[in-house]
Nanobody, 123 residues
């Protein structure tokens, strides 16, 4: 079992930046990838970004490509989501999740989830 703890959400003006962190513990050696999803009020949870644990290859949703950057710190078992040029439509609860593969884009392929962190972008 993998345990995930997110941090770094908050309130920011449009155009601003935030960095989310996700610290993983437990059986991380069996993790294929780490991903971020978000869920806005009244909407379904959607894929944001993912990073493969072994290669650090990254994948992004079209809506955040060029603005968000996902990275990892192996020593700390932590992944970071750097979010720049934030827009009001980025407002959502952001969730970190652990994936056992092979698909990265569907929420049902992730088997451990953090508690979520709220990001609010004001216009």
């Amino acid at each position: 079992q993998v345990q995930l703890v997110e941090s770094g959400g908050g309130l920011v003006q449009a155009g601003g930046s935030l960095r989310l962190s996700c610290a993983a513990s437990g059986r991380t050696f069996s993790t294929y990838a780490m991903g971020w999803f978000r869920q806005a009020p009244g909407k379904e949870r959607e894929f944001v970004a993912a990073i493969k644990w072994s290669s650090s290859a990254t994948y992004y949703a079209d809506s955040v490509k060029g603005r968000f950057t996902l990275s990892r710190d192996n020593a700390k078992n932590t992944v970071y989501l750097q979010m720049n040029s934030l827009k009001p439509e980025d407002t959502a609860v952001y969730y970190c999740a652990s994936n056992r593969g092979p698909s990265l884009y569907r929420a049902n392929t992730y088997d451990a989830w953090g508690q979520g962190t709220l990001v609010t972008v004001s216009s």
